[in-house]
């Protein structure tokens, strides 16, 4: 990779953390939120699943308007709406009134999430655009490993609501990295005008792409196996196992390696394999383990470092699926890539926050319910890979969305 496409892979990659380590960072304090804003385990909860639907629905309107207008207004957009959502989060005296500023936060958000990935394939749609989400995922990878530490540091410093300020600032300080290093990737030729017939004709051709919509679904169950454990982990660490906040980041940090060392896995063994059969094998690998885990668990054999270790390995297999089946979902949607992406994400985010809403009257604060959700959801996404990706082939030049094809004509 050249030292241009290096740097603007690490560009995106700190624009795009901004999302992680609006979760991660404040995971620690989730108990101390309880605590202080007089709720339950689910009570808190709730303020990630509302992140996530905010994060979610607002990829649909962030890779319009970047198709539209390129990519760097919307990333403008969405950093000062995730100022403001962060800004509400610090003065929010209520569960409720958190929760409102974390749709807002997650509103924002979001276009860290869509405006890298379309600018990705802007550039490349293949193994290059494997290298650089490769890229992004190992800056992204920090987030579980460095997050929780510093949330934890501040926790002790100054309290749970001074997270919130040091994401705003961060936030600040990705604006200033946009305006000043982030070239736009979409050329004016290239650019299509937004109206909600084109709108609908592009949600259309996607929902009815088997393999667009298949691969969206193995990414989206595998994120919910991830955020099932972002929203419980922190009480069955502090409370089943008795760690500290500080300890409990320690452990949550060894998550963050698993994806780091896949991070730096993903292009070699794309290249070597194939990313269908990378993909394939790796969510197999996944579902045995985490099936595993779960048994385990069940049994009174799920002791805190076999717990930590059979996540760390299960999570790095995610991150050898999670990245390279949106570079496959946008493949053959290069003209409307943008909305392509938004939708991808929109389903993925929107999927993880259901799950966790479908399961939040069975936790309970301990690991069982927690892997057995997570094991759960590793097995349809092996389904889903089984589906689809048979009908996957990588070596078949990519063509254009069937929308775009037919206004050529």
Known sequence: MSQSMLRIGLVLGLLTVLGPFSTDMYLP?????????????????????????????????????????????????????????SLGCYFAPTIEALSAARVLQGLGGAAGMIIPRAAIRDMDAGVGATRLMGTIMMVVSVSPMLAPLAGSGVLILGGWRIIFLSLAIFAVFNMVLARTALPETLSEENRVKFNLRRFFAGLRVLFTDRTFMGLTFVGAFGMAGLYLFFANASFVYTGQFGLTHVQYSLAFAVNGLSLFCASRLQAPLAQRLGMTRMIKGAVTVFAVIMIALAVLTATGFGSLPVTIALFFFGFSMLGLVIPPTMVLALRNHGQIAGLASSLGGTIQMVTAAIVILAGEPFFDGTALPMVTAIALCSVIAFGFSRITLSAVNEDRPARPSPQMSAKAR
């Not at 108990?31 to 339950?40: C, G, K, R």
């Open 29 to 85: 304090a989730m108990p101390s939120i309880a605590t202080d804003l007089s709720t339950t385990i689910g009570g808190t909860q709730i303020t990630l699943t509302a992140y996530m639907i905010g994060f979610g629905l607002g990829q649909l309107f962030y890779g319009p308007i970047s198709d539209q207008t390129g990519r760097k207004f919307p990333m403008y957009l969405g950093l000062f709406l995730f100022i403001l959502g």
